[in-house]
């Protein structure tokens, strides 16, 4: 088997990703969509590391956690108060900004 | 880059992982976009995220596939966790679409977004590949490579993000934070407005019945109506209350259908609805 | 001397300024102040005047330059005044016969609450007057020419509670805009080929200049005049500004204002004696007019607007006389002049008939007046020889000179000339004479009005007799006085020139025909309304008196060739706009909207339909970018 399969497998799974964004309306199943779609990345990189014999694409996968995990935090941070002021965490909700 | 060291093939039990474990995370993913309750999408990604550790590990990237179990399965996916509970753990989400051809749309892109990347790495000359064995070796392992990276050629964007994740949590406090606008209430005050409000007693408790953790069933007044004063305040505005007014009615009945059964008393009530009804025209008639 | 001509204009100016400015608390005073101040300019044309006698006739110009208006390079206009003698004759004019008039209105406006503005309005229309006729310049002589515009149609919409009086406002504003159209083309053209505007370089160089040119300024001078002076096409207005109170017809619409077109064209003469064109039809507007507006005065019953075609009328023969050339010009003044006379005290007269008789203006029911205003039926019958050209009188003089001056133009258009103002002159005597006889003989028509009020004639008060009596006096003494030893021809002539011409009648052939159209024209007035008691319905009469009562339906001509064809020609503009223009505009507007509409759909608010286009738009570069590879 050739490692590019993991490649395959990470197309796959940010497509399933990008899909459950558009189509999922709770808040939270939406950003975990997202956290799925960077993960799709961060097992490409890791491959394209693996594919070329070097760390640059570990270092870059890493960072990507990170700022995942900050990015999960506000995130959060905003889902918890939109809710408290709309009392539902769908995204449909908060469309504040049509006409 | 040393020559020798490209391959074209990983090791047999690596491919039977990939396949086995590589279906798993596909199924995992399907389950988080599918799934109508937030909680078993979380479980489904967190179930996914594990497979991907793994695979983390299986390319050689052993920092990162421990990494990925601590922050984001541990944390992260526990954080998710929480807010699920937060925000209602019970309510499932409609998996109806209300945006007209939101969901063909949302295929279509999806479809051919995939597509195009599968295509596009299948139109790459990816045949071989050089491993990580000499990339590990060079400082004494994957960890120690990473660091050697981190702290000289990546310093800069690894203070950037140190910069971020505190940014972050201050952010996340601040949206989250709800500043007091007045003054708080002391005891004193506290206890003088109960004495003189509606309610001196405990606000009365929720009714209980004995199928389940009935917090969510308002308690019953004497006369038999349900009291939402029992149920608790963010129930209440969630929607969550259980009425179950009727309940106890279908219950008593129920109860007294099995009683005549066992009894045979089925005639027995036969005859007395008999006996009611000239009753019953009897008075229609002294109303008349 | 020169620096009192500015103060010929500053008076009235003064006036205006501080009896429109200044407010109720001049409402006692205004009208002596507004008289004074008349007078005052008056006064000051008299010293003038008397200067400018004893100075040699050649030199006798006087130029005063008060500063420059626009200096533009290339473009010289300035406030400068020229007061020669056509000019002094006019100030004169204006501000004797203002004066008077302005004495006759303390007396006539005695119970309007707005005199004090009524006595602005005269002084702006002295002050405006005055500097038409001083100015030394045709751009300054336009400012004037503006500034009586809008006195007229403030006085004649004075009474704005009217709605006549506000539609006869409108109306002659309106016709005046067409002629002052005429004279601002005409000042352009001066400019552009002459390079100035001043009288001086413009008179001067007029012959050397190309024949074209000089018709095409010559005629739109007429056309200037023929709004000013109420001449054919552009006549219509006069008859209704008689809604304007008496005084008012009496000073702008019958002495002043209305020869000013006479003015222009006789201080423009060098441009007219060198386009003989123009001049024809100068001749012939004059001569269409003046049977126009005399065969509408003889249908009118209301007296002042039998008056008014009068007027329209005589000013025929001075523009007739005008066209003459060097021959017309001095008589075409001296008419002017004796008319001032006699028509302005014609009119006081009438307004003093008006006054004693409940503003009643219908001349039906008048009749037997001569017992009643005494001083008003001498001094109205005075005029009304003069202006018939009774013998001796006034309107003898001039008149005749203007017909001896018409057959003096030689040729078949001599002849022609002549004849129609004969005809004129007979027609004038018929019907000043029925006014006469309608007004002040035969027997007393007039009747309790609807509220069963019976109007009481009586004598008008001295402030308005006294005018009338002087007036009366020019209109007997002025022209004896002017034609005996050629006075006015040796006074004018170093201005406008003069020649004698070559009259194949001689003179006393003229006076005789004169005096026998004269006759005959009284004699059938008599025949008609003398002997037999006048109708109080007016009966139904010939086709041309029913015309002539609608004023030989001009305003049916205009109503039926401007408005109609106007309104056809904006009515198809407004489809052309509509269908087109606006088709052409909302159809884009629309399909815009419509698109817009479309595309707005795809701005729902929900955060998920961008996500998707975001998503999308990430799809279709990706596409690019692989296809630019692939490629």
């Known amino acids: 088997m050739n490692p590019v399969n993991y490649l395959y497998l990470a197309a796959l799974l940010f497509a399933i990703g990008a899909s459950g964004v558009l189509v999922r309306r709770n808040a939270i199943v939406v950003f975990m969509c997202v956290e799925l779609m960077l993960n799709a990345c961060n097992l490409a990189l890791v491959t394209f590391s693996r594919m070329h014999g070097n760390l640059d694409g570990q270092i870059v996968a890493f960072f990507t956690m990170v700022v995942a995990a900050a990015e999960v935090v506000v995130g959060l941070a905003i889902i918890v108060s939109l809710f408290r002021s709309r009392h539902s965490a769908s995204v449909d909700d908060a469309s504040l900004m049509k006409l | ?288 | 001397m020169e620096n009192l001509i500015a103060l010929l204009v500053a008076a009235p100016l003064l006036g205006a300024a501080v009896l429109l400015c200044g407010g109720r608390r001049l409402d006692k005073t205004g009208h002596w102040l507004g008289t004074v101040l008349a007078g005052a300019s008056f006064v000051v044309g008299l010293i003038l005047f008397t200067d400018m006698l004893g100075k040699d006739p050649e030199n006798r110009a006087l130029h005063q330059h008060l500063f420059s208006w626009i200096p533009v390079e290339g473009f010289q206009a300035d406030i400068a005044f020229q007061l020669d003698q056509l000019s002094m004759t006019f100030v004169l004019l204006i501000t004797g016969v203002g004066t008077l008039i302005h004495i006759y209105s303390i007396g006539y406006m005695e119970h309007d609450e707005r005199r004090r503005r009524f006595f602005g309005y005269l002084n702006l229309f002295l002050a405006a007057m005055l500097i038409l006729v001083i100015a030394d310049n045709y751009l300054l002589l336009y400012v004037g020419w503006e500034g009586v515009g809008l006195a007229s149609f403030l006085l004649i919409g004075f009474w704005q509670h009217k709605p006549t009086a506000a539609t006869a406002a409108k109306k002659a504003f309106l016709v005046n805009r067409v002629g002052d159209m005429g004279l601002s083309i005409a000042i352009m053209l001066m400019f552009t080929t002459f390079g100035t505007f001043a009288f001086g370089p413009v008179l001067e160089s007029a012959g050397e200049t190309s024949q074209g040119k000089l018709t095409a300024i010559g005629l739109m001078l007429l056309l200037a005049a023929c709004g000013k002076s109420a001449q054919v096409p552009l006549q219509s207005w006069l008859g209704d500004a008689m809604e304007g109170p008496t005084p008012v017809s009496a000073l702008i619409h019958a002495a002043t204002m209305v020869t000013a077109g006479v003015y222009l064209i006789v201080r423009s003469g060098a441009i007219f004696n060198a386009a003989p064109d123009a001049q024809l039809v100068v001749v012939i507007v004059g001569a269409v007019t003046l049977i126009f507006g005399a065969i509408v005065g003889c249908a009118k019953d209301d007296i002042k607007k039998a008056l008014a075609g009068s007027t329209m009328s005589q000013i025929g023969y001075m523009i007739l006389a005008a066209g003459l050339g060097p021959i017309g010009y001095i008589f075409a003044i001296m008419h002017l002049v004796t008319h001032g006379f006699f028509k302005a005290g014609l009119f006081l007269g009438a307004g003093s008939v008006m006054h004693g008789m409940n503003d009643e203006v219908d001349m039906r029911k008048y009749g037997g007046l001569r017992k009643y205003m005494p001083v008003t039926f001498v001094t109205f019958g005075l005029g009304y020889l003069a202006i018939i050209g009774f013998p001796g009188l006034s309107g003898f003089f001039s008149k005749d000179k203007i017909i001896e001056a018409a057959f003096a133009k030689g040729g078949a258009e001599g002849w022609i000339l002549g004849s129609v103002a004969l005809l004129g002159a007979a027609i004038t005597a018929f019907y000043m004479t029925r006014v006469m006889l309608m007004t002040f003989f035969g027997e007393k028509r007039w009747q309790p009005d609807a509220e069963g009020h019976e109007p009481h004639p009586h004598e008008s008060p001295k402030s308005m007799t006294v005018p009338m009596i002087v007036l009366a006096f020019g209109s007997v003494f002025a022209g004896g006085f002017f034609a005996i030893g050629d006075r006015f021809v040796n006074w004018l002539e170093p201005v406008t020139g003069y020649d004698h011409g070559h009259s194949p009648l001689s003179a006393a052939t003229v006076t005789g025909a004169t005096v026998v159209a004269l006759v005959v024209g009284v004699g059938i007035a008599w025949a008609m309304y003398g002997r037999k008691p006048v109708p109080l319905v007016a009966p139904r009469g010939s086709v041309l008196t029913r015309a002539a009562r609608r004023d030989l339906l001009q305003d049916d001509f205009n109503h039926v060739v401007l408005v109609r064809g106007g309104e056809h020609l904006t009515r198809s503009l407004v489809y052309v706009d509509h269908s087109l223009v606006d088709g052409v505009v909302n159809g884009t507007a629309a399909s815009v909207g419509g698109l817009s509409g479309r595309l707005r759909r795809m701005q729902n608010g929900y955060a998920r339909t961008y996500a998707v286009s975001m998503f999308g738009g990430t799809a279709v570069v990706i596409a690019a970018t692989l296809l630019m590879r692939a490629v």
């Not at chain 2, 299986?58 to 596939?65: D, E, I, K, P, Q």
């Not at chain 2, 409000?197 to 953790?213: C, I, Q, S, T």
Request: glycine share 10%; hydrophobic share 50%; aromatic share 6%.
């Open chain 2, 1 to 288: 880059m040393n020559a020798l060291a490209a391959a074209t093939t990983t090791s047999t039990g690596e491919a039977i992982q990939f396949w086995i474990l590589g279906t798993v995370a596909v199924i995992g993913a399907l389950s988080t976009v599918l799934l109508k309750r937030a909680v078993h999408s979380a479980l489904s990604l967190a179930g996914t995220m594990i497979v991907l550790a793994v695979f983390y590990l299986a390319n050689g990237a052993y920092f990162l596939g421990i990494v990925q179990i601590v922050v984001y399965t541990g944390a992260i996916m526990m954080l998710f966790l929480f807010v699920v509970m937060l925000v209602g753990v019970t309510a499932a989400d409609s998996l109806k679409e209300t945006i007209k051809g939101q969901r063909w749309l949302a295929l279509g892109c999806g479809l051919g977004f995939g597509i195009l990347l599968i295509a596009g790495i299948g139109n790459a000359s990816l045949s071989t590949f050089e491993g990580l064995g000499a990339a590990n070796a060079a400082h004494g392992g994957n960890i120690e490579g990473l660091a050697n990276l981190i702290f000289t050629k990546y310093v800069f964007a690894f203070e950037i993000t140190g910069a971020l994740l505190i940014t972050a949590t201050v952010g996340a406090m601040v949206l989250t934070h709800r500043e007091r606008t007045e003054r708080a209430k002391t005891q004193r005050e506290m206890s003088e407005e109960r004495v003189r409000g509606k309610h001196l007693p405990p606000l009365p408790a929720p009714g209980v019945y004995a199928r389940h953790n009935a917090v969510d069933i308002p308690g019953l007044l004497p006369d038999g109506t349900p009291s939402e004063l029992t149920v608790m305040q963010t129930l209440r505005r969630r929607g969550q209350i259980r009425d179950v007014s009727q309940q106890s009615l279908a219950d008593l009945k129920a109860l007294e259908q099995r009683s005549g059964e066992r009894l045979g008393r089925e005639d027995a009530d036969a005859v007395a609805r008999g006996a009611q009804s000239p009753s019953a025209a009897e008075n229609s008639e002294a109303a008349k």
